[in-house]
């Protein structure tokens, strides 16, 4: 295997902006990339939907695109989804040599110093940070959030072409042309509130959303 390349997320639900960064990384490095449904998200209070629905959705978000597949590793552990964890039990898997690349969005990047052991990852695997609107994707922002974060990931800096060359150990960016600005939290909110959200889903997405009832406001009894 020349990489593997995952891209962990709570999918509730699976959105445009989601299937867009995998779809660049995709291109970008020219690799399969793997989708790993989060069952229980560490810094999430709940999820809204259960992991099966939300499983099912990120299988018809992917079905018929190309290189695109969905890792159910989380969902069979059940504990709460660390991605060190997820990321020791591949390397386990593809053995020392293999370039592991985890994608995650400027978001998250910018609260990574806040996830579980976090230093290591970069022992496991190189990260690839996606630029989302609103959140910093570049050193100086990040010293603004975090000095200690900065400091970390500022010497890891590769260009994302270069991730493959190693195992693991750096960090890339990769701004999204253009960006993406479809969230879950405001897709729930416009389907509770009956705004319009069904465009910021695949279609198959949204006809699943539909038929399960899904984030629909329960009517007080
Ligand atoms: N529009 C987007 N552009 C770039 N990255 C994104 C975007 N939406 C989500 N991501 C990234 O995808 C990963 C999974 O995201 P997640 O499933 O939490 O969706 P979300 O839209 O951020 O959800 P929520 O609004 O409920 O927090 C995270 O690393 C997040 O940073
Ligand atoms: O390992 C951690 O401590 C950790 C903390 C927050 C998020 N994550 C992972 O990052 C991915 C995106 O998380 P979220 O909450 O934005 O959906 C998902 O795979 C989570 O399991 C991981």
Redesign the pocket.
């Given at each position: 295997m020349r990489a593997w390349v995952g891209?962990?997320?709570?999918?509730?639900p699976i959105?445009n902006?989601?299937l867009a960064?995998a779809l660049a990384v995709r291109d970008r490095l020219d690799v399969d990339v793997h989708l790993v449904p989060a069952s229980d998200?560490p810094h999430?209070s709940a999820t809204h939907a259960d992991a099966r629905h939300r499983l099912r959705m990120v299988e018809l978000a992917v079905a018929g695109e190309r290189r695109l597949k969905v890792d159910r590793r989380e969902l069979a552990r059940g504990t709460p989804s660390y991605s060190i964890d997820t990321l020791r039990e591949v390397r386990g898997e593809v053995g020392p040599r293999t370039p592991l690349v985890w994608v995650?969005?400027?978001?998250?990047l910018a609260q990574l110093h806040r996830w579980h052991r976090w230093r290591e990852l970069f022992d496991v695997a190189h990260l690839l940070a996606?630029?989302?609107p609103g959140f910093p994707l570049d050193p100086d922002g990040l010293a603004a959030i975090d000095a200690g974060l900065a400091a970390e990931v500022a010497p890891r800096l590769l260009p994302p072409d270069r991730l493959l060359e190693t195992p693991a150990g750096g960090l890339a960016l990769l701004p999204?042309d253009p960006?993406?600005?479809?969230?879950?939290?405001?897709i729930?909110a416009a389907i509770a509130d009956g705004g319009a959200w069904a465009p910021q889903v695949p279609p198959p997405v949204a006809a699943y959303i539909n038929r399960h009832r899904l984030y629909a406001r329960t009517d007080p009894a």
């Open positions: 891209y962990g997320g709570t999918f509730d959105h902006g989601h960064v998200p999430k995650i969005g400027a978001d998250s996606v630029g989302r999204m960006p993406r600005s479809e969230s879950s939290t405001e729930r």
